[in-house]
Structure formats: C-alpha cells, structure tokens
C-alpha cells in the first residue's frame, strides 16, 4: 500500500463583519463603514491528495489563526476543516461550495465558529472576472461555541460579513504549494493533480453548457453530416486528386450542374486554412456552388488544397509555408481542370482567406496563368490585422511551438472525447473563460487562434443557429508552421517569400509585388465591414494594385454588416454577398 501524499498551502483573506447582522452581504457594507475588519492566516493541509480528488467531500485540515478585534483580537484555530469543491443541490449542477470551518478561541477563553462558504456558479456567460470574483469571495458567519453543520440553524449568530483574496497576497499564496511524503516526481504530481483538480472544477462549474455538447466525432452531435453533399442535389459531384510537385495528393471537387449546357465559362474555389469544400456547399441554405449554378456558372471545382481539414496533412507537424501553395497546390489544380475544360474556356477564381493567399501569390508570382478573373475575400497581397491579433501572431506561434510543444492546435480541443483533462482541453476551456458571448466552444477557439473579437470570424447574426453550432466540424487542426509564414507577412505588410535561400522556391519572386505591375488579371477585393481577422487588407491591396497600375480593372466591395468567415457561410449570402461576386464575373464572361 503506498504512503499517502499530503499538499499544503497558505491563505489569506481580508474583509469586514457586523455583529447582530445575518445578511453577509449587508453585514461587509455595515462592518466595512464602521470599520470592523476580520482576517485569517490559515495553513490548508489535505493529507491525501488521491482521496481528497477522488471523493469532493473529504476534509481538509486549516490550521492559523483569525483576527477579529471585536471579537477579542487574535483567535486561534484550534480546529479547522476545508472541503473544496462540494456539489450543491445535485452532482450535475452548475453550483460549488468550498467551505470553511474554525472552531477558534480568543485569549479571553470564549469560544466561536467561523463558518465560511465560497459560492462557485454559472449565473450566465462566464468571463475571467467572474471567476475571479467567486473563488476569492468567501461569505463568513460567525457563531457562539464550536457549532457544527447540523446545528447552525439553531446555534446563536453573532456576526455576518464577507471576507475577500487581495490578488497580490493570492500570487505570493501561489509560492506556499509544498508536497509531503513520496519522492520528489510524486511530490511535484500530487501538486499538479490537486491544481488541475482545482482548474478542472473551475470549468465544469463555468462551462455546463460545454459538457452537454457531444464530442465532434459522436453521432448524436450532429444534425448535418461532416463532408455531406446534401446541399448541392442538383448537380453531377465528381473528385478528381491531383499530385503536387512536391509529393502531396489532393483533390478537387467538381460539381456540374444536372441540367445545363456546357458552358463557356468555369469557376474554381479555394476554401480558407482547415476549412474545406463544404464551407461552399453548406446544406443549410442557399451555398455558393448552387447560386453560381442557378446564375449561369454550372460548371464549379472546388480545391481542397493542403490547408483543408478533409486532408491529414493539418493533423501533424509540417514545414509547409504559403509558398508550397501558391507554388505546387495551385499549378497542380489548374493543371487539372485544364485537362478537363481544355485551354480556350474561361476559367475564374473566387478564393478566400489564406487560400486566398496562396492563390494570389501564386498568380503574382507567375506560377499559374490564363485566369479571366479572380475575386478575393478577406486577405491577398497586402496584409493588415487588428492590434491584438498582431500582438497574438507576435508571440503565440513562439509559445505554442517551443513552450507548449503541441504538435497541432485544434478548434475542437474542449469537446475531443477520451478520459481526463488533456491540456489542450484544459487550454480551450480556459479560452472560453474570456468569451461569453456564446457557449459553443469551437467558435471560442477560432476567435483564439484566428482574430479579435468577441466573436472574431463572423457576425453571430449572419449565421444560421445550425451553422454556429457545427464550427467544430467546419474547421479543423492546424500545425503551426502557416502561422511562422502569415507572422512574418503581417511583419512586412504584404505577400513575401518565406526563404529567401531555399533553391526550391527559386522560381518566386521575394516579394509578390515584385511583378505586379504585368499582372493584368481583374480582381474583385471582397471584405466584410467588422473583418476582425485581416481588418482592411484587402482595402490597402485594391488601393497598392491601383498606385502601380493605374486603370486596371480591379474593384472592390466592402459588404456592410459581414466580418471574415461568414461573408460565405451566412444564411443570407445569397442576398448580401453573392450577387456582388456573379455581377463582377459577369463583367468578365463575356
């Protein structure tokens, strides 16, 4: 049978108590206007951390002292008791007590309890305050004699009040955690298993709604499929995989439309970083593909480029930079629908986000030619980003590569199933923590990893309930080596190669500007209003083209009340949005 391991540390809280009052609350206003203060010093010792995690309701021991001048100055704690976490009501509810007991004695010889109780609870959308505010706020009542649970109703009341941490004394409490008995590896994991018990606690109480969401890959989660065809039941769905020039199978969805002639022009479509073909033919409502098929366009490939999540290449670590893209994913797809459309077709794009990126650099960059147009959402040559998202690119891919050592980040960390509390899910649990704007954690996690904003990617408006609540199946894991790429892009403020020495990418330009000048293909620069992922980028883009080739025949469009993602996956895009991109296509098909 193996020793028991102890933990301990050291509290302080400070506040104010009224004697004849029995509202707390009222008692700390009264105590703190007349000024009786009360504090304690107390030691928490829990002998047996596996017990003590195993079962909320074993004791812990307090020992210290309180000091109440009212009550006879210093009392010392001849007993005390602590449990931490203890359900209220039922085991499932959103409600937690850690509770205080003291049984004291003044130097006078009288005796009291301190009876102190810390209500942990969801009253609505946790923030960071809020728990802050819980975890340090102990409601104290203070009794004649050693009174136990059972006999407070009964016992005499002397005094009422609350009782808070000051955070300075809350961080040097931090330094107090000391582990007893075991070898120092037991010592330091009795430590960490009584933190992330304590943190584990913490989100189960400020995330119930996060618990009843079913895991991303559990059936009953879904009421749309993840990789359904369902919105396009009109048209000829075919998939066609390429090979890259550097080793990659991907692939191309074709969707023709069942009815239609042939026609004389084609659309190929670029998804953004871990999204996928579906974001363009969401079953929901009205989807691009179908719209660009009931206007004319009834021929549309979709890509899903290394960046898709319907490919591994996310779900491990990788070198991959925006270079790979533009210089072997977008050649090879064009390669492709080449070979099937022939050369005299016209052939236009419409490419979002980082794959909007890719495509542009690639086209700038003379890797791929005989495009008739092309429109651009979010991001293309020029790169702006809101101030907090600059500083996240600054220092997040530094922590997250060399600190954290995660081999991917995933938008689905607090909802992947398996027993435990992985960090990756401790992690997006705490993301939450700072966004109670809604309770799907999956759109949390890509405000986290993508912008800034309470939401970032989209309007919550513009979307369908539906659509929301299937983030985790829309976008998937990324590595970090993209972020290294877009961190130094957003550095320079445009379209730069990655590395400048490797012979590989010898046949791009340094800078995509470089030969801007003799691009002459149209361009439409699409950005939502309230983009708070690339903010105005594509703004400055449109207007740096048309300083270095005045008359060209690029446009722009800035669509009123639409941020980043949703400008193609909002339930009204059919309204809003896409008859601003067949308008400009329109201008080029004929």
Not at 267 to 274: E, I, K, Q, R
């Amino acid at each position: 049978m193996s020793t028991p391991i102890s933990v301990e540390f050291t509290e302080k809280m400070r506040g104010f108590v009224t004697r004849g009052e029995t509202d707390c609350e009222t008692g700390f206003d009264s105590g703190k206007a007349a000024g009786s203060a009360i504090m304690f010093k107390l030691t928490i010792i829990v002998p047996d951390v596996d017990l003590f995690v195993e079962f909320p309701a074993e004791e812990g021991r307090a020992e210290g002292y309180v000091e109440w001048a009212q009550g006879g100055g210093r009392l010392a704690v001849e007993r005390g008791m602590f449990n931490c976490f203890v359900d209220v009501g039922n085991p499932i509810s959103n409600v937690r007590n850690m509770r205080y007991r003291l049984f004291l004695r003044n130097p006078q010889g009288e005796l009291f309890t301190f009876s102190g109780h810390k209500e942990v609870k969801d009253d609505a959308r946790p923030d960071l305050l809020e728990t802050w505010k819980d975890t340090s706020t102990l409601f104290t009542q203070i009794f004649s004699g050693h009174v136990s649970a059972a006999q407070e109703a009964s016992a005499p009341l002397i005094a009422s009040g609350v009782l808070h941490i000051v955070f300075w004394e809350f961080l040097q409490q931090l330094t107090t955690f000391e582990a007893k008995g075991g070898t120092k590896v037991q010592q330091g994991a009795a430590i960490a298993k009584f933190g992330q018990t304590f943190l584990g606690n913490l989100l189960d109480v400020y995330a119930p709604r996060f618990r009843t969401l079913q895991a991303t890959g559990e059936k009953n989660g879904r009421t749309i499929p993840q990789f359904t065809l369902a919105g396009v039941p009109h048209a000829k769905a075919t998939t066609h995989p390429i090979t890259t020039n550097d080793g990659l199978g991907l692939s191309l969805l074709r969707f023709q439309h069942l009815e239609a002639p042939e026609p004389d022009d084609v659309v190929m479509l670029l998804h953004g970083l871990t999204t996928s073909t579906d974001m363009f033919i969401m079953p929901e409502h009205k989807n691009l593909v179908t719209y660009l098929h009931e206007h004319g366009y009834s021929d549309v490939w979709s890509f899903d480029w290394r960046g898709s999540m319907r490919h591994p290449y996310n779900t491990t670590p990788n070198n991959f930079s925006l270079d790979d893209i533009a210089l072997f994913d977008v050649p090879a797809a064009v390669a492709e629908i080449r070979r099937h459309i022939g050369p005299k077709r016209r052939l236009h794009v419409i490419c979002h986000c980082v794959g909007s990126l890719g495509f542009m650099m690639s086209l700038y960059g003379k890797a791929v030619t005989g495009i008739s147009s092309v429109v651009s959402n979010s991001i293309s040559l020029v790169c702006r980003m809101p101030g907090w998202s600059s500083l996240k690119l600054s220092l997040f891919p530094f922590v997250w590569s060399y600190l954290l050592r995660w081999p991917t980040l995933n938008p689905n960390f607090a909802t992947l199933p398996g027993p435990g509390i992985a960090q990756g899910k401790l992690f997006a649990k705490a993301v939450s923590l700072f966004h109670g704007e809604c309770d799907v954690p999956a759109c949390h996690m890509c405000s986290m990893m993508w912008g800034a904003g309470k939401p970032a990617m989209w309007q919550h408006e513009n979307l369908a309930d539906v659509t929301h609540r299937r983030t985790g199946d829309l976008f998937g894991a990324i590595s970090s080596s993209y972020f290294w790429h877009v961190r130094l892009i957003r550095q320079r403020g445009m379209a730069v190669k990655k590395d400048l020495t490797d012979p590989k990418y010898a046949a791009l330009p340094n800078s995509y500007l470089e030969w801007a000048g003799e691009i002459t293909t149209p361009t439409l620069f699409l950005s939502g209003e309230y983009n708070k992922v690339f903010a105005d980028s594509n703004v400055a883009a449109h207007e740096a083209l048309n300083k270095i080739s005045p008359g060209n025949r690029n446009e722009l469009r800035v669509v009123k009340g639409y941020g980043h993602q949703d400008v193609f996956m909002g339930k009204d895009n059919d309204r809003d949005v896409f008859p601003h991109i067949v308008e400009f296509l329109r201008k080029h098909s004929h």
